[in-house]
């Protein structure tokens, strides 16, 4: 009996420092899926009291609401209002003439998170100036968003100075492979009568019927595995995520050629990273590899159009801890932390 426990004993203490290691040399993202952990599951699990407050907003019955909350910070649900062409809070007359001009995705939209602490607001802090308009639209990626910014700016012939480009490297690829040639018929317009509240949402409701213990148990096995999970990972192919170069590069051609016939000259495109970098150690995983061909694409392409290339993924990796950035160090959209340095970022660029 004796002889059994210690093997056991030995095999365990094997196992936790085999696993131990791997993690602290390869890092990695938590093995979720394999554990079959839902991320609102975790969400409610982990949120913590002190963060309640931090996103609050007031409702307003004008309010626009996005139930997001529970797969982001699980407090508060995003609640903004609309604006003329059916953007997130942008003054009228921003839409003729403004300074700077902001274009992305969710991230680019500030996603479920709520005046003070989106990055339009955060930036006409930093640096003073209240021209800003950002016209990013949660979903979208860099084809759609050329070719909606050339419809608008078309047709309220908009004056500006400085055109800041977010490109998420966690999907916006794939955006580009899917739209890329269609035709889009845009509305611009914002039927506030459709979003009038009735009830107050904004705050999140979500409870879950998953057992606390058994879940924070799957938590600790998907978060203590996850550098064996990177290290199986080794052995996977990673295609080129845009394998035809041309479709970006026509692209940022076409709304280049508009921007000439506007003489904008400050031209910005910004890579923003997803969590899946940040989550490894600085080690040259095939990956990371895949990802960093993907954005030397991007820079490429960028310089090829004298647009200045911002390499957001060093700036964000190059942190104490990375993954700091997002609620709870889960694969959200960036909290308020994460907003924050995009903010700091882009006010230098402008000020420029």
Known sequence: MKNIFFVFCTIFIFFIIFFGSLNFVLGGVPLFNIFKINLSDLVFTLKKKEFSDLNNIDFNKDHYIHKCGYSEDGFNNLAYKKDNFGFRENRSDLFYDTDIVILGDSFGASHCINKPNDLTSLLINQTGNKKILNISVSGTGPYYQKEMIISLFTKNKTNFNTFVWLFYEGNDHEELRNNFGKKFDFKFDNDKNTDIQILDQTKVNYVSKVNTTILKLKFFLAYFSRGFGTLIKYFKKYPALIKNEEIYDSTVKDLNNFLIEKNINNKIIFYIPKYTRLSYN???????????????????????????????????????????????????????????????????????
Do not use: C, M
């Open 282 to 352: 600085k080690i040259k995983h095939p990956q990371i590899t895949q990802l960093d061909n993907l954005k030397k694409l991007i820079e490429k392409t960028s310089k090829k159009y004298n647009f200045k290339f911002v390499d957001g993924s060093s700036i964000y990796w190059n942190r104490t801890d990375p993954l700091d950035v997002f609620h709870y160090k889960l694969p959200t959209h960036f909290n308020l932390n994460g907003y924050s340095i995009l903010a700091k970022e882009l006010s230098i660029l402008v000020k420029n």
